[in-house]
Structure formats: C-alpha cells, structure tokens
C-alpha cells in the first residue's frame, strides 16, 4: 500500500521521512523562494505552534517573489524560536530578538498563550516588526520601492500572510491543549513499546525504477521560454546555491588573495580582509557549516586565468557554491541561483601564486584561510583555516556562454587565446553578458 501511495504525483511534495516529535527540539522545514528554510523549536505544543505560524507567514508573504524583482541571496535560513525561562507578567510575551546578522529569532514567555494573543494581534503585531529584517536579509532587490509597491500594495501580501498563519488559531480552539501536536499525549504506559527502527520510514523505489544520474550538460545560445516566466514555477522546484554570508562579506571588507607556505611544506590560500573580527566570523561559519576540512567540497574555489592579454599574469579569484556534483542527483529542481564573490588580481608577481600551484599539485591539498592587513603588514590567521582539495583553474578562453563560471567574466576583459583557436567560447560568453549589461543600462 505505502508503495502505490509513494507512486501517486503528490509524493513529490512529501519530506523523505515524516517528523517524529521525539526530540528536545523539531526543524520545520519549506523551500519558499527556493531556500532552505529551517525553522528550529522546543518540541512542545506552542513552540511548534509559532514555528507552523513563522513558516505559514513566510510562504505566504513571499509567495509571489519568484519574479526577476526580487532574488535569494541566502542558500539557508535559519530561525530560532525559543522559550523564556521566566514567565513575563503584563508582556511582553512575543520578542523579535536580532543580532545583525541572523535573519531573526522569536522568544515567547512562559507564560504566551497562543490562542489569546492571535486574537490580541501580538502576532500580527510581531510579523510586522520581522518583515524589514526578513526583506532586507534574505533579498536582493533590483528597485526596493517597485517591489514593496507590488508586494504590499497591489498583492496585499500581509492579508494573505495573516490569514494563512493565524490558521493554528483554530487549532488551538480545536484541541486547546495542545494534543494535536503529538502522539505522546495519548499514549499509556502499558501501550508503548520500544523503538527498533533505525532508519528512514520511507521505502526506497524498486531498482528499475530509481532514475539515472543526470550529466550536467550546458545548454547553446538562448534559454527556454519556460525558463523565462518564473511565476509559474512552484518554489519547491528552485534551488539557491551559496555559501556566501552576504551580510558578513559585505561588512568584512575583502581586498585581495594571498598565498604562500605554511610549515610544514603546505601551501595556503588566503583572502585578505580589513576587519579582522568579521574575516573570523565568516570563517567559524564556514568551519562550523562545512567542517574544519571540507571533505564534500562545498566551498569551490576558481582561478580564471588568462583575462587580461596585456597583463597575462593577471587572475580572478571566484569563491562560490560546489553546486555542480550536486546538479547530478537533484532530479526535481528545474532553477538554480548560485551566489558568488571574486576579487581580480591585476598584474600581480606570477611568483607567489606560481610556488603555491607547484605545491599544491605535489601535495594534492591546501589550507583556505583569512589574512587581515595591519597597519600594511598581513597577519595570517591559521588557527581559522579550512582544508581543501579541490581547486579549479581556468583558463578564460575556455568559458563557454553558458557556463557556470561565466559570472567570473568581465566585460571589460580581453583574454588571453591560443594560437590557432578561432573560435573560443568565451566569444560568445562576453557577447552574452556586454548585451544584458546593455539591456540593463
């Protein structure tokens, strides 16, 4: 039976394995805007409560913010709603707690009792103090005032948003004590049995069945209509790939690549920051998300070499999303956005960056760390390094116009081509992007 259930069109929009409840906290999650959302509460009726109303809230508010307006710039969005240790006598008994960087996170007292504060407008009241930090911190807006006119004006997205989200109200009047919430409640000592299964609760597909892994493959000349009307394309089926902080990076005043040897005999490569406490920050991020050695290859590092004809030894440094083995076993996604940053090393001395390549190809691995400028001098900060093993070197001729790595090109580039090479890629890739910079004004 559960084999025919998992064959029908719907279970493309079930998780891998329903949420338990068993634990000390619960991850909800949704792929609004194409996001990893990930909501995280105390598994207790009115911790879920505020989490079902936070993830309602989101999907409807943003649910029509897949047009080129409006873009993701987080891969993963976290939000944490937790619990007071004291209750709070006269309120208030809903925070928005920010930090400047995080999205946000909600605190509720002891006390909060979802079912008359939904209907006082505390949370309404709330969700209206979190949309600037939700806009701010999750968007990139081509023009802000356009989008908030549509969004807030013409959709009325806050009508939608309240209404979606109070949906729990009814809950709470329904099973007031927060039964619902979990199978817990109604269970009796004699009636429990110990746990035995260890893995997922749902069947794997016959083996005829399981698609093959698709080969990435880069399309020629224009996309697909279908491609080019994102409204119709549900959000579950967007994927955003970053590894990119956009608020850290953008506080953290990056200013070039460094590279050398650390003892004992291996090379590193550094990014040169100017805040030094920020350059931390977006490493321990890194560290905490990827691990201290990045065995998945999440963070992929490209040199373009070669940009630059009348200054051959110059390179653009790309750090992005290692997106690509990833493509291969998605076979739901139909959109990708990948976020990126890249520092261009102008007719820099081919020395360092030649010793580090040397040592890198006969030691297989580097150490990615940062490097802060004090008082002109680089301080290397190794203690904050990652270890990798994968670096991609490219040389600019080679990008296609369809190429991933075409958002390391420039206009104003002038590459470096190989003789006897009439025709190379990066042609068409240059020609791509100088029309949509023209189209842009």
């Not at 619960?26 to 207790?44: K, N």
């Not at 879920?48 to 993830?55: Q, V």
């Not at 004006?153 to 209404?163: D, M, N, P, Q, T």
């Not at 373009?304 to 200054?311: C, L, Q």
């Amino acid at each position: 039976m559960f084999d025919r259930l998992l064959r029908q069109p719907a279970a493309d929009e079930l998780p891998e394995q329903p949420e338990l409840l068993d634990g000390e906290e619960t991850v909800l999650r949704s792929p609004a805007l194409g996001c990893d959302w990930q909501v995280i509460a105390p598994t207790e009726p009115t911790g879920l409560a505020l989490a079902e109303y936070i993830l309602a809230f989101i999907e409807a508010f943003f649910a029509t913010s897949l047009l080129r307006d409006a873009a993701p710039k987080r891969q993963r969005i976290r939000i944490r709603v937790r619990k007071a240790k004291e209750v709070s006598p006269g309120g208030p008994h809903l925070r928005l707690v920010v930090d400047g960087v995080d999205v946000f996170d909600v605190e509720y007292s002891a006390d909060f009792d979802q079912g008359d504060e939904a209907r006082t407008g505390a949370l309404s009241n709330l969700f209206q103090e979190a949309i600037p930090h939700l806009i701010s911190k999750v968007l990139f807006l081509s023009e802000p005032k356009a989008y908030l006119d549509r969004v807030l004006g013409e959709e009325e997205a806050l009508s939608r948003s309240f209404v979606a989200a109070h949906a729990f109200v009814v809950a709470s009047d329904v099973v007031p004590d927060g039964r619902g919430t979990s199978m817990v409640p109604w269970l009796h000592k004699e009636s429990r049995f110990p746990w035995l299964r260890h893995e997922g609760l749902r069947p794997s597909p016959p083996a005829q069945d399981a698609p093959a892994p698709r080969a990435v493959t880069f399309g020629e000349g224009d996309p697909p209509e279908e491609m080019r009307n994102p409204e119709r394309l549900p959000h579950g089926e967007r994927r955003i790939f970053s590894v990119i902080n956009v608020d850290l990076w953008d506080g953290a005043g990056w200013r070039g690549v460094a590279s050398g040897i650390l003892r004992p005999s291996l090379p590193f490569l550094g990014f040169m920051f100017q805040d030094r406490d920020v350059a931390i920050r977006i490493f321990e991020e890194w560290r905490a998300e990827y691990g201290m050695a990045d065995k998945d290859e999440e963070v992929r590092i490209t040199l373009v070499t070669g940009i630059d004809r009348k200054a051959p030894a110059s390179y653009r440094t790309v750090i992005g999303s290692g997106a690509a083995a990833r493509l291969e076993r998605d076979s739901r996604s139909k959109e990708f956005f990948m976020i990126t940053r890249m520092q261009t090393m102008d007719s820099p001395d081919p020395k360092n960056i030649k010793v580090f390549l040397e040592a890198y190809r006969q030691f297989g691995k580097y150490v990615l760390l940062p490097v802060v400028l004090r008082e002109g001098h680089p301080e290397v900060l190794a203690r904050y390094g990652m270890l990798k093993r994968e670096l991609i070197i490219r040389e600019a001729w080679t990008i296609g116009e369809n190429d991933p790595d075409m958002m390391a090109l420039s206009d104003e580039d002038d590459p470096v081509v190989p003789g006897g090479i009439e025709d190379p890629p990066v042609a068409k890739a240059l020609a791509r992007r100088r029309e949509m910079s023209r189209r842009r004004g």
